[in-house]
């Protein structure tokens, strides 16, 4: 009887868990259906046998899924049942729109194209350069290695052999280069995963904490604890250093060569003798800024619809091939900027010109208005504003208090 008994308690053990295996699965075919929106097959399908990469190159891409594979198993097989929380409760359906969001921006960023040169006569044709392909100083970079010339902002990937357009670095996690293309979308992975991670250490932390639980689910629930934590603390700085160059406007590639430009132009006006490199290194211009403010500069990588920027779908906006740069005179910025620098501007103590109107050192004049050269002008400029609108509040409020006691 004890043998009897015993089998069919194992037999019922196996029945409730196949049972809650097609019940999940019919859950989850929603969430399935809408990756697959997000992801195109055929993209997916050359990703895995094609794109010129050996499959040793690719064996990084599924240790990511293998590992994201193991945090989602962990959550929905071993946190969800000790929690005593269903597949449509607010904790679980939270969590798998951070997952599948998170599994989609993925393959997203590593089957979407970063984005390269046209294959026409017009971008290969040597001594023949496009006008895109002409720097603010004149210069053209030509690329012996694919025979084209490279518009700005583009690099050639050493892993790839092939010029990107915006490119910002290769990425072996996901066998791509991160470029123009899909910028958007390795954004959106860190994000996503992130969220997902920080979910999942504070929801099992809590249940670790709060409740008294079997010897093996606490044993799983703190090595997957210890997973998430470990991911989340790479994740996330990673995430928030991209989150600042998007802001900026600017990649990981340029955020290293701009330091080693300003060496060279510190080196070359401290009076070392440098030679031709020297005097080579004095005649470069400041590299070109592409900050536009922070709006314009999310639209630039995430889209043109801030309504579709958690989605991962659309293309960035632009050509790729051409960016407009914030040294570029816009429309109605004089004017805005009359106020501040103004010669007739009138301080608190009723001079004329002084601080205040005067053009700040470093700044130059484009169509009436001023442009920074640098981060500390501004700061110094707009403090030197604030001091004068409070002199003069105060005065005002002054006179004010004055005529009310007379």
């Known amino acids: 009887k004890s043998v009897a008994a015993a089998a069919q308690e194992i037999a019922g053990l196996v029945g409730g868990a196949c049972g809650g295996v097609a019940r999940i699965s019919g859950e989850l075919a929603g969430g399935a259906a809408s990756l697959a929106c997000c992801v195109s097959l055929p993209s997916l399908s050359e990703f895995l046998h094609g794109k010129g990469q050996p499959l040793p190159d690719k064996l990084p891409v599924g240790f990511v899924v293998w590992i994201l594979g193991m945090l989602y ?28 969001l998170a599994m989609a921006s993925f393959i997203k960023a590593a089957t979407t194209e970063p ?11 040597y001594g023949s350069p496009p006008p895109e392909a002409v720097a603010p100083d004149g210069s053209t970079r030509w690329c012996e290695k694919t025979g084209c010339y490279k518009p700005p902002r583009a690099h050639t990937c050493g892993m790839t052999d092939a010029v990107v357009l915006r490119m910002d670095h290769y990425c072996p996690w996901i066998a791509n280069t991160v470029g123009w293309g899909n910028h958007k979308f390795f954004f959106q992975f860190l994000f996503y995963a992130t969220a997902a991670c920080g979910m999942f250490n504070v929801s099992v932390i809590q249940l670790l904490v709060q409740a008294t639980l079997p010897a093996l689910t606490k044993f799983l629930l703190v090595g997957a604890e210890g997973l998430a934590a470990l991911l989340g603390a790479i994740l996330g700085p990673f995430l ?34 440098e030679g031709d490199k020297g005097e080579e290194a004095s005649a470069l211009p400041p590299p070109p800024s592409y900050d536009l403010g922070v709006y314009e500069n999310f639209r630039s990588v995430l889209g043109e619809n801030p309504l579709l920027w958690w989605a991962p779908v659309g293309a960035p906006a632009g050509d790729g091939v051409s960016f407009p740069t914030a040294d570029a005179p816009s429309s109605g910025r004089a004017e805005d900027e009359d106020f501040l620098f103004a010669g007739s501007a009138t301080a608190a103590d009723g001079s004329h010109g002084g601080a205040v109107g005067s053009r700040p050192s470093g700044a130059s004049a484009q169509g009436g208005g001023v442009v920074w050269t640098s981060s500390s002008e501004f700061v110094e400029d707009l403090s030197v504003g604030i001091g004068a609108v409070g002199r003069a509040l105060s005065s005002s409020a002054g006179e004010a208090s004055a005529r009310l006691s007379s």
């Open 73 to 100: 198993c962990a959550f929905v097989f071993t946190y969800m049942p000790a929690a005593g929380l269903t597949l449509d409760s607010p904790t679980s359906m939270i969590f798998h729109a951070f997952f599948f």
């Open 115 to 125: 984005g390269g040169v046209p294959d026409t006569a017009k971008w290969r044709t």
């Open 240 to 273: 928030l250093f991209h989150f600042w160059l998007l802001a900026k406007n600017s990649t990981t590639i340029e955020f290293v060569e701009k330091p080693g430009h300003r060496r060279r132009q510190e080196r070359s006006g401290s009076g070392e003798e």
